[in-house]
């Protein structure tokens, strides 16, 4: 019941990238992938932890750290966000030792969805991410027109979804790409790192949810949005736009 919930709330938000792309609103389109990954989170969490137990307040607190960025968006204060935040997750990991029925390998898988959320969400509300909104969110719902067919036709559990995963993103962004006033070398060249990026990032994420105690079902939705989670993050981790602008 609760995964279907976060469903709803997931297809309400892409939506909204829509409605936000297509009325140009950037705080609405920000806000939108904010919270998606912030869903894609918190379905990570619940998978791990128990939301009917203490466990909640875990849940909780390490929802409220990813949303560090967004709170203090407004302040130049990156460096003492970021250690505020790994301060904050060690002393939740020796806390969490404390839960009976916590063993290493979930408080490491609760502690990578957090950390790698929170590396998403910096980078959306990085300046650069702001400059180059358009671009990306062109590129973001190009792949999931992709991603949404290729999960219809089930090929997420075919061998030939790492083909797709890595050729969907390299052909849309070189599709897209190619619109701007970019070399083709460095067009190719930063598209194929982070295609390689995403097909990487998505194996971990999928190998991460075979470990969910609590949510054993992976419905279509998961394979789709957890493309686009590792998407925004190998755009961010390759450094993508330095490298199409030849800036390596």
């Given at each position: 019941m609760f995964q279907r919930q976060l469903r709803y709330v997931q297809i309400i938000l892409t939506l909204s990238i829509f409605g936000g792309l297509l009325i140009s609103n950037i705080p609405l389109l920000v806000a939108s992938l904010v919270g998606l990954i912030l869903v894609w989170q918190l379905e990570m969490l619940t998978g791990q932890l128990r939301i009917d137990t203490n466990e909640y307040l875990l849940t909780i607190i390490f929802i409220f750290l990813t949303f560090?960025?967004?709170?203090?968006?407004?302040?130049?204060?990156?460096?003492?966000i970021i250690i505020l935040f790994?301060?904050?997750?060690?002393?939740?990991?020796?806390?969490?030792v404390l839960f009976k029925d916590l063993n290493i390998s979930k408080i490491?898988?609760?502690i990578f969805s957090t950390i790698f959320s929170f590396t998403v969400i910096s980078f959306i509300m990085s300046e650069t991410f702001n400059e180059n909104l358009?671009?990306?969110v062109y590129l973001f719902l190009s792949l999931f027109f992709l991603k949404t067919i290729a999960t219809f036709l089930n090929v997420q559990f075919s061998n030939f979804q790492y083909f797709f995963n890595f050729f969907a993103v390299l052909l849309v962004m070189?599709?897209?790409?190619?619109?701007y006033d970019y070399q083709f070398i460095y067009?190719?060249?930063?598209?194929?790192?982070?295609?390689?990026?995403?097909?990487?990032?998505?194996?971990l994420i999928l190998k991460i949810r075979y470990e969910f105690e609590y949510m054993s079902e992976l419905t279509n939705e998961i394979y789709l949005y957890d493309?686009?989670?590792?998407?925004?993050?190998?755009?961010?981790?390759?450094?993508?736009l330095n490298i199409i602008n030849?800036?390596?």
């Open positions: 560090l960025p967004v709170i203090f968006s407004g302040f130049e204060l990156l460096g003492s790994y301060v904050s997750l060690l002393a939740l990991s020796i806390i969490m490491g898988n609760t358009n671009y990306i070189v599709g897209v790409t190619s619109f067009i190719v060249l930063g598209s194929a790192s982070t295609a390689l990026c995403v097909v990487f990032v998505n194996f493309y686009l989670v590792a998407f925004l993050f190998s755009f961010y981790f390759v450094d993508s030849g800036l390596f």
